[in-house]
């Protein structure tokens, strides 16, 4: 969900060989991507859906390898695994309690890709994203992912405590980033009609 887009833009859907997968294009006045939103929605854990786990991530990389320098990449939503806070891990961390096989299949997605989970940058009151009081399980297993180099256009990401108006067992994660918008030529800026980059504000919710 756009919290707040301060510049015109159109965005359309790209394709995506599964249906827990939404990747959506936003484009500037001129129709150029500027930006990818990847929505995604990965299978629980259970030794019988780690094939199914594995090809959605095979998706999700023939997407990164299909428009790898045209445009910025946000991969957001339910990944349905806990993730290691730290980059130095042992050779079986993913056998400790709170992680399984589908912990390590994302991880080194990130590693391969050079990506990782903003949320995990930055400091959380709240330690969860899914929860469930009937059997006291606190779970963090939302994220938002991006490319390591684009880490610095994200000013934070947060998740956002429960409130009366959320009816769901998630709780969101929202992003407040900047958007690099390139004007042609043929757009008067300023009675300036050079190419040049702007930067806008957005937040984005999952």
């Not at 001129?30 to 299978?43: D, K, R, T």
Request: with cysteine; net charge negative.
């Amino acid at each position: 969900e756009f919290r707040r887009v301060l510049f015109r833009s159109t965005s359309f859907q790209l394709d995506a060989q599964s249906d827990r997968i939404i990747p959506v294009a936003i484009c500037d006045s001129s129709g150029n991507i500027i930006h990818i939103f990847i929505s995604v929605y990965m299978p629980f854990y259970s030794r019988s859906n780690t094939d199914e786990y594995v090809e959605v991530l095979n998706v999700l990389q023939a997407l990164i390898d299909q428009y790898p320098t045209t445009a910025p990449i946000k991969i957001l939503g339910d990944l349905n695994v806990q993730l290691p806070s730290t980059d130095k891990v042992s050779n079986n961390w993913y056998k400790k309690k709170g992680f399984n096989v589908h912990s390590k299949l994302l991880y080194d997605f990130l590693e391969y890709n050079n990506m990782v989970p903003l949320d995990m940058l930055f400091h959380q009151n709240v330690p969860h994203t899914y929860f469930c009081y009937g059997n006291n399980t606190f779970t963090w297993i939302d994220h938002i992912l991006a490319f390591s180099r684009d880490v610095g256009d994200v000013d934070t990401c947060k998740i956002i405590p429960l409130d009366a108006g959320n009816i769901s067992d998630h709780l969101p994660v929202r992003m407040q980033m900047r958007l690099y918008v390139h004007k042609t030529p043929h757009t008067v800026l300023d009675n300036d009609f050079s190419s040049r980059s702007e930067e806008h504000t957005s937040e984005l919710q999952s």
